[in-house]
């Protein structure tokens, strides 16, 4: 991986990587844990997001670099007609994500790799109806995926871009601010506050999970993840607490899509709920965020 610029912490940003694929190789060895967890909850919440996502089909998700907004009905076909029902199909029976994950490896592939390399861009969120709430730019630099043990993984780190130039502040409130900042010059991460997040797929399984941030050598946010084909992934985070999120017996987690446009941008759509687990509105859902960011490579302007 290459070091992070502008940060003293790069030292723990390793140590996090190491811990979290140490929690990586465990679960995929059998042993009982929250990527599980996640998986069992997608698969019982399948239905009811996929309709929450329809519902929502025409409210912004992110903002693109032209400052139009982006929808999951308006996405330019790139994950299909009705990304909801790719919701609905792979949560509902990962079986299917699975095996066309093996296909894809068996047949030379990567699943991580259209993702590997540098990216900047702004990660906004939206209340449910669309409201903005400030935009925060970002830099991610994803590793190439390697072998460790019996799966394949990619070692990824993120954070706030702190090399915003003079006049654009870390947290832009409107898109007219983020091409300037995305198109400055730059090498290595450049973040003050830096955190590891890791990518795994066995290839005798197809089996994908993740994890984003470590927490007393545990991860922070365990991912659940489906591979949709060789541009696109969709994955279910749990997020911890819903601390303001309603429901205080309800889990929060957060279902988005990473894709690889066509023209070479890195896409995150993606919806943050709380989920009770039973009846109430939208089958047990309690949508709070809609959520997503539109990256490119960083490059001079």
Request: proline share 7%.
């Amino acid at each position: 991986m290459k070091g992070v610029i502008g940060s003293p912490g790069w030292a723990e940003v390793a140590a996090d990587l190491d811990a979290l694929l140490a929690e990586q190789a465990a679960a995929h060895a059998g042993a009982t844990s929250r990527f599980e967890e996640v998986f069992a909850a997608a698969a019982r919440f399948a239905e009811p997001l996929a309709q929450a996502i329809e519902v929502r089909r025409d409210v912004p998700v992110t903002i693109d670099d032209s400052g139009r907004p982006v929808t999951f009905a308006g996405y330019g076909g790139e994950l299909g007609d009705a990304p909801w029902d790719l919701v609905r199909v792979l949560l509902g029976d990962r079986a299917e994500a699975e095996a066309r994950a093996r296909a894809h490896l068996a047949a030379g592939g990567d699943v991580f790799g259209a993702f590997e390399g540098r990216w900047r861009g702004a990660w906004y969120a939206q209340s449910p109806t669309g409201a903005p709430y400030p935009a925060t730019l970002y830099d991610h630099d994803w590793g190439p995926t390697g072998p460790a043990g019996d799966l394949l993984v990619q070692r990824v780190v993120m954070g706030p871009w702190a090399g915003a130039p003079a006049g654009v502040p870390a947290a832009v409130h409107t898109p007219a601010g983020v091409p300037a900042a995305v198109h400055t010059p730059a090498q290595g991460i450049y973040s003050t506050a830096p955190e590891a997040a890791i990518n795994a797929v066995a290839p005798a399984t197809g089996r994908i999970t993740g994890g984003v941030g470590v927490d007393a050598g545990r991860t922070r946010r365990p991912h659940a993840g489906f591979f949709v084909d060789e541009r696109t992934l969709l994955w279910v985070a749990r997020e911890g607490a819903p601390e303001g999120l309603g429901d205080a017996t309800a889990a929060c987690y957060s279902c988005f899509f990473e894709h690889r446009t066509g023209d070479g941008r890195y896409v995150i759509m993606g919806i943050q709920f709380a989920w009770g687990d039973g009846g109430g509105a939208e089958g047990g859902l309690d949508v709070r965020l809609l959520m997503g960011g539109v990256y490119e490579r960083p490059r001079s302007s």
